[in-house]
């Protein structure tokens, strides 16, 4: 369940109570869970999430909001597959730069039609980079079959000029 930008600027209000703070922190932290999965829908069995902060070493994780650290993008943490792209390098918002991480925007705005659209511009991108990559070995392949076949009509222009005699001290590559 979304929280509000209020409530999320509440959090840095001087007067808001431990409460307040804890209540909000806990809609956070369902918020997150709730996006990671929509992110990830497919976990492997062993896998586990948390906040980025998370403790690896530990059973509990201990992975916890950070009001100051995730003030715009929050990263996700654990052992799973990796966020889809291009998600698994930060979200490109500004001052973004973790890794696996989502916009903290995120928790108080409808993000699924910006997530499945920036996942599928990416997928599209790279079936488009796929693509002109074979069109260019295929390419590679057609100017190597013209140049073969370039050279094999110069060497017989070439043979057909020559004496038998001459042709004794010329090699051809």
């Given at each position: 369940m979304k929280i509000t930008k209020a409530e999320f600027d509440k959090l840095y209000s001087p007067d808001i109570t431990k409460r307040e703070y804890d209540e909000i922190v806990d809609r956070i932290d369902n918020r997150f869970f709730e996006i990671v999965k929509i992110m990830?829908?497919?976990?492997?069995?062993?896998?586990?999430?948390?906040?980025?902060?998370?403790?690896?070493?530990?059973?509990?994780?201990?992975?916890?909001?950070?009001?100051?650290?995730?003030?715009?993008?929050?990263?996700?943490?654990?052992?799973?597959?990796?966020?889809?792209?291009?998600?698994?390098y930060g979200s490109g918002e500004p001052n973004g730069w973790m890794e696996n991480s989502f916009p903290t925007r995120w928790l108080w705005e409808d993000f699924e039609p910006e997530f499945r659209q920036a996942v599928a511009k990416e997928k599209r991108e790279e079936?488009?980079?796929?693509?002109?990559?074979?069109q260019k070995k295929e390419l590679s392949k057609l100017k190597?079959?013209?140049?073969?076949?370039?050279?094999?009509?110069?060497?017989?222009?070439?043979?057909?000029?020559?004496?038998?005699?001459?042709l004794k001290y010329i090699s051809f590559k």
């Open positions: 990830i829908p497919r976990m492997n069995r062993k896998g586990w999430l948390d906040y980025g902060n998370c403790d690896y070493d530990s059973e509990d994780s201990n992975g916890k909001f950070d009001l100051y650290d995730y003030k715009t993008e929050i990263p996700v943490g654990g052992n799973y597959s990796i966020l889809p792209k291009p998600y698994e079936l488009r980079a796929k693509e002109l990559a074979k190597q079959v013209e140049f073969n076949k370039n050279k094999a009509e110069m060497r017989k222009s070439i043979t057909s000029k020559l004496t038998p005699e001459e």
